[in-house]
């Protein structure tokens, strides 16, 4: 089992829908958690970070880590076109400095 | 604006060919990373730096080196690339603390003929 797995999609949805990307994880370790953006032949971007169980918002992004299933979302609301990239979740343990990165999710955002 | 730059974006080699890639950021930051990503995959970590301290991944071929001569520059160099080296190259930096974000370069994509 891979440490980190995230469905590679690709995701397509009109203009306006709510989006759900999601990642799922073997190592309880985990504590630091992050979604990057990565659009196409560009570097990722850090788009939100968490630390621990919970949500944190940041305007149309809502990211959500429930630690007891191993499992992390994003959800995109009123998703543009400008949203269309590549979405990476990562984490890291307290101690180990590397993040164990998903192999993201190719979302279209259809106009 | 603080940032992490790569140079160049794009590089052409020939098989066989060494190559050097360079990274540089403006963010003051002890810990530089090289990742390599293959198209739609995730970022594979090569090595990175905290500070002048050089940690190599296992799984990372002798055939990638890297040098950081100062806290601002990061080389990646790859002496005689294959095909199968054909990637981007990913630099990042990290100010190290426990949160340890790490902040992306815009990548810079090999080619080897």
């Known amino acids: 089992q891979k440490e980190v797995e995230q469905d590679p999609g690709p995701l397509s949805v009109p203009e306006g829908a709510i989006v759900s990307l999601n990642c799922t994880y073997s190592n309880s370790a985990f504590q630091y958690f992050m979604w990057y953006r990565q659009y196409s032949r560009k570097g990722p971007e850090l788009l939100m970070y968490?630390?621990?169980?919970g949500n944190k918002e940041d305007g149309r992004f809502t990211a959500q880590v429930d630690k007891s299933s191993k499992y992390i979302s994003l959800f995109i609301r009123d998703s543009q076109p400008s949203d269309s990239a590549t979405y990476l979740c990562a984490m890291k343990t307290r101690s180990q400095g590397n993040l164990i990165f998903g192999k993201g999710t190719k979302l279209s955002v259809k106009p | 604006d603080a940032m992490v730059i790569q140079n160049p974006r794009y590089q052409v080699t020939q098989f066989g060919k060494p190559v050097t890639l360079s990274c540089s950021q403006t963010l003051n930051h002890n810990v530089m990373y090289w990742y390599q990503q293959k198209s739609s995959q995730a970022p594979k970590l090569l090595f990175h730096?905290?500070?002048?301290?050089?940690?190599n991944e296992a799984d990372t071929p002798d055939n990638f080196q890297s040098r950081r001569p100062n806290t601002s520059f990061c080389f990646l160099d790859i002496r005689s690339p294959g095909l199968g080296d054909a990637a981007m190259y990913l630099c990042?930096?990290?100010?190290?603390?426990?949160?340890?974000?790490?902040?992306f370069g815009p990548g810079t994509r090999l080619l080897v003929l």
């Open positions: 990042a930096t990290s100010d190290g603390g426990r949160e340890e974000t790490q902040y």
């Open positions: 730096y905290y500070d002048k301290d050089f940690n």
């Open positions: 968490t630390y621990s169980s």
